[in-house]
């Protein structure tokens, strides 16, 4: 099983940035896919990007070119940094993590852009 803990979030105007951190139990070196999902106020909740075990990158048009995944294994963790922040972005940010065919989610952290 995995338990995974956001931290990161936070208030910013637009064009500002933000860097979210997603903690997780145990090794993730294993763990096939990790990422981030968003969901805003009366939206779906959609995929923002994911990070493979072997650091391949997909992304999300809506963040292409402003946010970069990356994971660190031997700390177990997985971040977003988040450049060039626009008010559409506000959302609760989840990290996401898929093993051994289950998903994994936690509990997400609000990050809010002003114009």
């Known amino acids: 099983q995995v338990q995974l803990v956001e931290s990161g979030g936070g208030l910013v105007q637009a064009g500002g940035s933000l860097r979210l951190s997603c903690a997780a139990s145990?090794?993730?070196?294993?763990?096939?896919?990790m990422g981030w999902y968003r969901q805003a106020p009366g939206k779906q909740r959609e995929l923002v990007a994911l990070?493979?075990?072997?650091?391949?990158?997909n992304y999300a048009d809506s963040g292409k070119g402003r946010f970069t995944i990356s994971r660190d294994n031997a700390k177990n963790t997985v971040s977003l940094q988040m450049n060039s922040l626009k008010p559409v972005d506000t959302a609760v940010y989840s990290c996401?993590?898929?093993?051994?065919?289950?998903?994994?989610w936690g509990l997400g952290t609000q990050v809010t852009v002003s114009s």
């Open positions: 990070i493979s075990s072997s650091g391949r990158t």
């Open positions: 145990g090794s993730i070196f294993s763990i096939n896919f």
């Open positions: 996401y993590a898929h093993h051994n065919g289950y998903d994994y």
